[in-house]
């Protein structure tokens, strides 16, 4: 039985994809994780994986004294991670990216283990281009960044099947919502998504005359209860949620916008843009030129019934999704991990 070790963190868009490979390889393949004690230490412990925690620096991107201390931290957590490594000897180690990654992937370049990489945006991020020459392939979502690397491969971007199995009537039972009105999944769990919630919730009085909302909020300050108003902070059936709603509020991270689209779900994306490196914009911009979503920047959040009543209507935008074909790249991953050659392990 060969030895996987998956690694990536920072955000939940480094750790989903890789459970939903994770998940498909479980009773074939031994199976562990290595990153930081975030949020991927969270998601892997509860799938019940194996994790090996390593505590690797972040670049902040401003000015701070922590970035000058990312050299010396990052040369012990490269340190543990070849341990690490040293120890378990896995046969191939997959990573999905993030900052939370590099140690593992350089562990295994210096002990001679296979690597493979996946990277879910349009542009790479940093820890990919530090990566890419360590890997055996630069897996991709968009067929374009395939392009940018010798060892590049376009497989779309990986998601879970319980996605695509929901039952809408079903879904809105569970959450007690009626067919009265259309529903608004509002995606509002991640780190980023504050100025997200805090429209919505400022909003609440208009946008429930033309909406029902089911916000996933994280742990931001609960709301008094309106009715047509579910507020979560967190959900791990995605699939019902995806299954309950209309139309989808959300950041632009390259694995939602790829379960919206794959979905079909009319969206309207908020790109996360200060203190990132513009990717969740360029990944919205992607789309949006292809007829495929709307845009409202977040200096636009004042706007946000307006937009969202435009996007209700826009029966363009319906049929420009009806017609795309989004790919999965969760089979295309676990047929490349499986047919990975023999002499390389």
């Not at 909406?211 to 959900?235: D, F």
């Not at 009543?309 to 826009?314: E, P």
Request: glycine residues 8%; hydrophobic residues 40%; charged residues 25%.
């Amino acid at each position: 039985m060969k030895y996987l070790l998956f690694c990536g963190g920072g955000s939940a868009g480094h750790v989903v994809p890789n459970l939903a490979i994770m998940n498909e390889l479980k009773f074939s393949h031994k199976l562990a994780y290595m990153g930081t004690g975030g949020i991927e230490k969270r998601l892997v412990t509860e799938a019940g994986y194996p994790f090996f925690e390593v505590d690797c620096p972040k670049l902040v991107r401003s000015f701070t004294f922590e970035n000058f201390k990312i050299p010396f931290r990052l040369r012990r957590a490269e340190r543990a991670a070849l341990e690490i490594v040293r120890t378990e000897k896995p046969d191939l180690v997959f990573s999905k990216g993030g900052f939370a990654s590099y140690p593992a992937v350089w562990a295994a370049y210096r002990a001679h283990i296979p690597v493979i990489a996946h990277e879910s945006d349009l542009t790479p991020g940093l820890a990919t281009k530090l990566s890419a020459k360590k890997c055996a392939y630069v897996l991709t979502s968009f067929p374009e960044t395939a392009n940018l690397f010798p060892n590049g491969k376009y497989i779309g971007s990986p998601m879970r099947k319980e996605l695509f199995r929901s039952d809408r009537q079903r879904a809105r039972k569970k959450y007690s919502l009626s067919d009265e009105k259309p529903v608004l999944l509002v995606l509002g769990g991640g780190s980023g998504s504050r100025a997200i919630n805090e429209a919505v919730v400022k909003n609440l009085p208009v946008l429930l005359k033309r909406w029902q909302i089911l916000h996933l909020a994280g742990k931001e300050e609960q709301e008094a209860l309106r009715s047509g108003y579910v507020r979560r902070e967190y959900e791990s059936d995605m699939g019902s949620a995806y299954a309950a709603c209309d139309c989808v509020l959300c950041r632009a991270g390259s694995n939602t916008v790829f379960e919206v689209l794959a979905l079909k779900k009319p969206a309207l994306f908020v790109p996360l843009e200060r203190g990132s490196r513009g990717d969740q914009l360029q990944n919205a911009l992607y789309f949006e030129k292809r007829g495929l979503c709307r845009i409202l920047r977040e200096s636009e959040l004042s706007a946000l019934p307006s937009a969202l009543n435009a996007l209700l209507k826009d029966e363009m935008l319906r049929f420009s999704l009806s017609a795309c074909d989004v790919a999965n790249g969760t089979p295309a991953a676990i047929d490349l991990i499986k047919d990975f050659p023999a002499t390389a392990f």
